[in-house]
């Protein structure tokens, strides 16, 4: 499966921006997770949230809790990051994961959009 992500952009602390990351064939029933990671500049890349598709469940880092929004369409084999109240420390490029059913690690990934915000 490919994966295109898309949404990044140039924004000034305390905005908004919203990402998407579409699959190029259909994810429910085979992928369980579907999740947003972000590396900065010589940093490891972290985690920042994923998504159960089937049941919806949500998980995410300490960091983003109460201001990111993770969600999935499953019609549209789409998951989407909302981002609120951005800082500059946001700024990264973002990648989209998906995971397997029966996998422990994330076996398919975008190609990074970056999101820079301004102080």
């Known amino acids: 499966v490919q994966l295109q992500a898309s949404g990044g952009g140039l924004v000034q602390a305390g905005g908004s921006l919203r990402l998407s990351c579409t699959a190029s064939r259909r994810t429910y029933g085979t992928y369980l997770l579907g999740a947003w990671f972000r590396q900065e500049p010589g940093r490891e890349r972290e985690f920042v949230a994923s998504i159960a598709w089937g049941s919806g469940n949500t998980v995410y880092a300490d960091s983003v809790k109460g201001r990111f929004s993770i969600s999935r369409d499953n019609a549209e084999n789409t998951v989407y990051l909302q981002m609120n109240s951005l800082k500059p420390e946001d700024t990264a490029v973002y990648y989209c994961?998906?995971?397997?059913?029966?996998?422990?690690?994330?076996?398919?990934w975008g190609q990074g959009t970056l999101v820079t915000v301004s102080s």
């Open positions: 994961a998906l995971r397997r059913l029966g996998r422990s690690d994330y076996s398919s």
